[in-house]
Nanobody
Framework: QVHLVESGGGLVQAGGSLRLSCAFSGGTVSDYALGWFRQGVQDAREFVAAVAHDGDVRGYSDSVRGRFTVSRDNAKNTVYLQLDDLKPEDTATYFC????????????????????WGKGTLVTVSS
Protein backbone atom coordinates (compact mmCIF):
# COMPACT_ATOMS: atom_id res chain seq x y z
CA GLN A 1 0.00 0.00 0.00
CA VAL A 2 1.41 3.37 -1.02
CA HIS A 3 2.28 5.67 1.86
CA LEU A 4 3.02 9.39 1.48
CA VAL A 5 4.57 11.69 4.08
CA GLU A 6 4.88 15.44 3.55
CA SER A 7 7.38 17.77 5.19
CA GLY A 8 8.68 21.31 4.84
CA GLY A 9 5.69 23.42 5.77
CA GLY A 10 5.94 26.41 8.08
CA LEU A 11 5.40 30.12 8.59
CA VAL A 12 6.83 32.51 6.02
CA GLN A 13 6.36 36.16 5.12
CA ALA A 14 4.73 37.23 1.91
CA GLY A 15 7.24 37.14 -0.92
CA GLY A 16 9.21 34.36 0.72
CA SER A 17 9.85 30.77 -0.32
CA LEU A 18 9.41 27.25 1.00
CA ARG A 19 10.23 23.82 -0.33
CA LEU A 20 7.86 20.97 0.41
CA SER A 21 8.92 17.35 0.15
CA CYS A 22 6.86 14.18 0.01
CA ALA A 23 8.38 10.78 0.68
CA PHE A 24 6.84 7.84 -1.20
CA SER A 25 6.91 4.23 0.03
CA GLY A 26 5.02 0.98 -0.37
CA GLY A 27 5.16 0.71 -4.14
CA THR A 28 7.14 1.43 -7.29
CA VAL A 29 7.30 5.20 -7.52
CA SER A 30 7.68 5.27 -11.30
CA ASP A 31 4.25 3.60 -11.62
CA TYR A 32 2.62 6.75 -10.24
CA ALA A 33 2.05 10.30 -11.23
CA LEU A 34 2.61 12.51 -8.19
CA GLY A 35 1.28 15.89 -7.25
CA TRP A 36 0.04 18.39 -4.74
CA PHE A 37 -3.30 19.73 -3.59
CA ARG A 38 -4.12 22.30 -0.95
CA GLN A 39 -7.01 23.12 1.30
CA GLY A 40 -7.65 26.26 3.31
CA VAL A 41 -9.60 26.20 6.56
CA GLN A 42 -12.93 27.02 4.92
CA ASP A 43 -12.14 25.97 1.38
CA ALA A 44 -12.56 22.86 -0.72
CA ARG A 45 -9.47 20.91 -1.66
CA GLU A 46 -7.95 22.23 -4.86
CA PHE A 47 -5.33 21.04 -7.31
CA VAL A 48 -1.95 22.79 -7.23
CA ALA A 49 0.58 20.90 -9.36
CA ALA A 50 1.40 17.46 -10.73
CA VAL A 51 4.28 15.69 -12.42
CA ALA A 52 3.97 12.65 -14.65
CA HIS A 53 5.62 9.30 -14.00
CA ASP A 54 8.96 10.09 -15.64
CA GLY A 55 9.11 13.72 -14.56
CA ASP A 56 9.03 15.17 -18.08
CA VAL A 57 5.46 16.46 -18.03
CA ARG A 58 4.19 18.88 -15.42
CA GLY A 59 1.00 20.82 -14.88
CA TYR A 60 -0.09 23.66 -12.63
CA SER A 61 -3.18 25.49 -11.54
CA ASP A 62 -3.55 29.01 -12.86
CA SER A 63 -3.17 30.45 -9.35
CA VAL A 64 0.37 29.08 -8.87
CA ARG A 65 1.78 28.84 -12.38
CA GLY A 66 5.02 30.82 -12.59
CA ARG A 67 5.50 30.85 -8.81
CA PHE A 68 5.51 27.15 -7.85
CA THR A 69 7.62 24.36 -9.34
CA VAL A 70 6.89 20.65 -8.99
CA SER A 71 9.63 18.06 -9.48
CA ARG A 72 10.40 14.48 -8.58
CA ASP A 73 13.44 12.33 -7.94
CA ASN A 74 12.48 8.71 -8.53
CA ALA A 75 15.83 7.50 -7.21
CA LYS A 76 14.97 9.10 -3.86
CA ASN A 77 11.24 8.21 -3.98
CA THR A 78 10.43 11.87 -3.43
CA VAL A 79 8.32 14.58 -5.00
CA TYR A 80 8.97 18.26 -4.30
CA LEU A 81 7.05 21.49 -4.50
CA GLN A 82 9.09 24.70 -4.58
CA LEU A 83 6.92 27.63 -3.49
CA ASP A 84 8.27 31.07 -4.45
CA ASP A 85 6.79 34.57 -4.20
CA LEU A 86 4.32 33.33 -1.63
CA LYS A 87 1.13 35.25 -0.98
CA PRO A 88 -1.22 35.23 2.04
CA GLU A 89 -3.83 33.48 -0.10
CA ASP A 90 -1.42 30.53 -0.46
CA THR A 91 -2.00 29.75 3.22
CA ALA A 92 -3.35 26.20 3.38
CA THR A 93 -2.58 22.63 4.26
CA TYR A 94 -0.71 21.08 1.33
CA PHE A 95 -1.34 17.42 0.53
CA CYS A 96 0.76 15.10 -1.56
CA UNK A 97 -1.07 12.57 -3.73
CA UNK A 98 -0.26 9.62 -5.97
CA UNK A 99 -2.25 8.38 -8.92
CA UNK A 100 -1.71 5.65 -11.50
CA UNK A 101 -3.07 8.05 -14.13
CA UNK A 102 -1.65 11.56 -14.60
CA UNK A 103 -4.90 12.93 -16.03
CA UNK A 104 -6.77 12.38 -12.76
CA UNK A 105 -5.00 15.38 -11.24
CA UNK A 106 -6.78 17.61 -13.75
CA UNK A 107 -10.32 16.41 -13.19
CA UNK A 108 -12.89 18.69 -11.60
CA UNK A 109 -12.79 18.71 -7.80
CA UNK A 110 -13.39 18.75 -4.95
CA UNK A 111 -13.25 14.93 -5.06
CA UNK A 112 -10.19 13.50 -6.78
CA UNK A 113 -9.61 9.82 -7.57
CA UNK A 114 -6.14 9.32 -6.10
CA UNK A 115 -4.63 6.01 -5.04
CA UNK A 116 -3.06 7.57 -1.97
CA TRP A 117 -2.97 10.81 0.01
CA GLY A 118 -0.54 12.14 2.57
CA LYS A 119 -1.73 13.70 5.82
CA GLY A 120 -0.65 17.20 4.82
CA THR A 121 1.76 19.92 5.87
CA LEU A 122 0.64 23.41 6.86
CA VAL A 123 1.92 26.49 5.03
CA THR A 124 1.13 29.85 6.58
CA VAL A 125 1.99 33.07 4.75
CA SER A 126 1.88 36.29 6.75
CA SER A 127 1.30 39.67 5.16
Amino acid sequence: QVHLVESGGGLVQAGGSLRLSCAFSGGTVSDYALGWFRQGVQDAREFVAAVAHDGDVRGYSDSVRGRFTVSRDNAKNTVYLQLDDLKPEDTATYFCAASLAYYTFFTTGPHYDMQSWGKGTLVTVSS
